[in-house]
């Protein structure tokens, strides 16, 4: 429906252009105004998750997230970028509303990958901390831009990497889950719970474990 709003106030705009011109820029000032409104409310798409449930671990939420921070860091990972934001329920960033705290990785190789982020977070549930990741896919600006074109359904995704960047993205992805799961390990030793019983492997199309 938004797209239809869009086209039509666009179509209109400029035919009124010409003919009352007044009415014209009215009309293709609301159609830039709804891409503006498309544009900004792109959806994140979730394409792998993992997650697991520590026992007697609540309040642990801040040695989780910096240890870590701290492994994804002492890796040397090329290009990625570390940042801690409050995150509406479709995993955008906003400041109001209901919001979590989340930990979001970003591999900066090139364009393609920086569509792809990771939410970590961890909060307590009870007397247990519910420990998950989230692998996402959101177009930039341009991307997004480009898809309100009519006939234009994608202009990225995971088909359209070559063999290069789904290793990338690969490695990218198994360094943040295996530092997650070393984070979760030290924990669960330090509560004396056994870590060996980990549900290692992720839920998607990568199968990391």
């Not at 014209?24 to 409104?37: D, H, K, P, S």
């Amino acid at each position: 429906m938004l797209k239809l709003a869009i086209y039509f106030f666009l179509f209109f705009g400029f035919i009124f252009l010409v003919l009352f011109p007044p009415l014209g820029l009215l009309l293709l000032l609301l159609g830039f105004l709804f891409i503006v409104i498309a544009v900004a409310n792109r959806k994140a798409e979730v394409l792998e998750d993992w997650s697991i449930l520590i026992k007697n671990a609540r309040g642990q939420r801040d040695k989780i997230i910096s240890v870590t921070k701290d492994l994804i860091t002492n890796s040397k990972a090329p290009s990625i970028e570390m940042k801690e934001e409050k995150v509406g329920p479709g995993l955008e960033i906003v400041s109001f509303g209901e919001t979590r705290d989340f930990l979001i990785v970003s591999d900066r190789r090139n364009t393609k990958l920086s569509s792809f982020k990771t939410f970590i977070n961890a909060n307590d549930y009870g007397d247990n901390l519910f420990v998950s990741w989230y692998l996402t896919y959101r177009p930039d600006f341009w991307q997004s831009l480009l898809m309100l074109l009519p006939g234009v359904k994608k202009v990225l995704g995971l088909d359209d990497l070559n063999l290069f960047d789904k290793q990338d993205l690969t490695a990218y992805m198994t360094n943040v889950h295996h530092s997650l799961l070393e984070a979760v390990e030290k924990l669960m030793l330090n509560l004396n719970q056994d870590p060996s019983k980990i549900d290692r492997k992720s839920r998607g199309f990568l199968g990391i474990s």
